[in-house]
């Protein structure tokens, strides 16, 4: 077995690098089996609210080859089903359950019970889902994430059968203007974070079908979070910016990248600007588990074509020219 794109976040150990993004294909127990047959390196949930939730309005989902548009409204079974789904069961690989309650209070509810599951590895907090109606995405005001970081960590503190080994996370929005990644490290850095995932979709945008004269989605008159190739280079600049602002500050947070990759050079060019891991979304949905197959054999063919011996020669290692 390849050992070239083994990885680390935190202290976790990862067979390879690429993993699922939370959104596609992994709100079912059949789509997290999926996952855990895949080659994909570990399995996330879906973002888990307290209750089941049906999401918005269909249509709500559209792709085509530059990216996708999707307004779901966060559709799923509820935090106590991603619970279950690992119980009674010995995955083989890394089980992560991604958060977002819809409400602090609820998140609450939600971190202290997953924080004692000796079999869930790590936790995604989601501050930046773009598509629930009548809220922005909490990462865009840093004072309403610094006071929602607290009373996470501060609960979590104070856990007494909580287990130690998970790993802690946030997912963040793209951030466009450059003064932005100083400011949101000063709030990340007052906490235990340890992994950052760049980026969530880029909200809102609109997609248009000019035959029928309509939206292609129907929740919040045709706007959603775009994702896939329209969205690579932000996501390329987010992973960038927050790699470079974290070494100059000498700090131990493992950046995911996540935005646009469809094949194996995709990946390895967020390798490149300082990823971690990396994780697909938009082109699972299109192609199935398949995918983490795929573009592991191109990135493995890739490092071999140049003689570079794993990923870790490679990260962050991008020269301006
Ligand atoms: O379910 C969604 O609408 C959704 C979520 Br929670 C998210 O974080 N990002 C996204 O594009 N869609």
């Not at 129907?218 to 992973?239: E, F, H």
């Not at 935005?259 to 990823?275: F, K, P, R, S």
């Amino acid at each position: 077995m390849t050992q070239l794109l083994k990885t680390q976040i935190g202290n976790l150990q990862l067979r390879t690098c690429l993993y699922n993004a939370s959104g596609p294909k992994c709100t079912s127990s059949e789509e997290l089996l999926e996952l855990e047959n895949s080659k994909s390196s570990c399995i996330l949930s879906k973002s888990s609210t307290l209750e089941y939730r049906q999401g918005n309005p269909e249509p709500r989902y559209w792709d085509h080859e530059f990216g996708s548009i999707n307004s779901m409204g966060l559709p799923n079974k509820g935090y106590q089903y991603y619970l279950q789904f690992a119980e009674g069961k010995d995955l083989e690989k890394p089980y992560f359950i991604s958060v977002n309650g819809l409400t602090l209070a609820d998140t609450l509810k939600i971190v202290v019970e997953v924080c004692q599951s000796e079999k869930v590895q790590g936790m995604e907090i989601n501050l930046s889902c773009p598509n629930i109606i009548g809220k922005g995405q909490l990462a865009y005001d840093l004072d309403e994430m610094d006071k929602y970081l607290e009373a996470v960590f501060d609960i979590l503190e104070k856990q007494k059968n909580r287990n130690l080994s998970q790993i802690i996370g946030v997912k963040l929005p793209p951030y466009f203007d450059l003064h932005w990644y100083p400011q949101v490290t000063e709030v990340l850095k007052k906490y235990p974070i340890q992994f950052i995932t760049c980026v969530n979709s880029v909200g809102n945008g609109l997609l248009v079908d000019l035959e029928s004269q309509t939206t292609r989605i129907r929740p919040k008159d045709g706007m959603g979070g775009i994702g896939g190739k329209y969205i690579k280079p932000i996501g390329l600049s987010n992973v960038r910016n927050f790699y470079l602002e974290f070494q100059k500050q000498n700090l131990k947070i493992d950046v995911i990248g996540c935005g646009g990759v469809t094949n194996g050079l995709d990946a390895l060019e967020y390798i490149l600007c300082g990823a971690s891991a990396v994780q697909i979304g938009t082109q699972l949905y299109q192609e199935g588990s398949e995918v983490f197959e795929r573009v592991e054999n191109e990135m493995i063919q890739w490092l071999n074509e140049k003689g570079i011996k794993g990923i870790m020669e490679l990260k962050g290692k991008l020269k301006t020219i």
